[in-house]
């Protein structure tokens, strides 16, 4: 099993339609989440973390389900401007400097 | 936005050259990272460091090294660049590491021809 696991997508969707995507993770000792959005040739840009249950800031609410080991991002209202990669991210675990990368999930809302 | 300069933004270079990448942070962070980004693998820790001087290895180091004599530069050193070295190459930044976010920096584009 891969340590961070992600649906590449695209997953195209409508203005104004809700999403979410799931990431799942391997490392049960993990305690902390991040949410980053990267754009086209940019850099990822920090969207949410997640320490606990879950966290919400806007349309956007991540969850986390640590008994099945994932976590989800929830973007309600979309607009054209969320079009962008989401990128999960398991941060280092004691002892460890690594943090885990998914691949990321692709999303385009259409217009 | 965290305050850190990756440089130079582009670069083409030839096969076989040294090539060095610059990040620079004012953020007084311990931790730096360098990862390259290549379509369909993501995001890959090529070295970090904890501190001045203080380096290590990521899973993608050969090829590849790195120098820290101050908290605020990071440099990244392809000894002899060669075509898979094309790629990405981010910088990024964390205050305390473990479960702390880290910020990046804007990129740098290299294409060894």
């Known amino acids: 099993r891969k340590e961070v696991e992600q649906d590449p997508g695209p997953f195209n969707v409508p203005e104004g339609a809700t999403v979410a995507f799931n990431c799942t993770y391997s490392n049960s000792a993990s305690q902390s989440f991040f949410w980053y959005r990267q754009d086209c040739r940019k850099e990822p840009k920090l969207l949410m973390s997640?320490?606990?249950s879950g966290n919400e800031d806007g349309r956007f609410t991540a969850q986390l389900n640590r008994a099945s080991q994932y976590i989800s991002l929830l973007i309600r209202d979309s607009k054209l401007s969320d079009s962008a990669t989401y990128l999960c991210v398991v941060p280092p675990t004691s002892g460890t400097y690594k943090y885990i990368f998914g691949t990321g999930t692709r999303l385009k809302v259409l217009a | 936005d965290a305050g850190i300069t990756q440089s130079p933004r582009h670069k083409v270079t030839e096969t076989g050259t040294p090539v060095t990448l610059r990040c620079h942070q004012t953020?007084?962070?311990?931790?730096m990272y360098w990862y390259r980004q290549d379509p369909g693998h993501g995001l890959r820790l090529i070295h970090y460091s904890y501190g001045v001087k203080d380096t290590d290895k990521g899973e993608v180091s050969d090829g590849y090294s790195v120098s820290r004599s101050k908290t605020e530069d990071f440099l990244l050193t392809l000894e002899s660049a060669t075509s898979s070295q094309t790629s990405v190459y981010f910088c990024?930044?964390?205050?305390?590491?473990?479960?702390?976010?880290?910020?990046f920096g804007p990129g740098t584009r290299l294409t060894v021809l």
């Open positions: 997640v320490y606990s």
């Open positions: 953020e007084n962070h311990r931790y």
């Open positions: 990024a930044i964390s205050e305390r590491g473990g479960r702390n976010e880290q910020f």
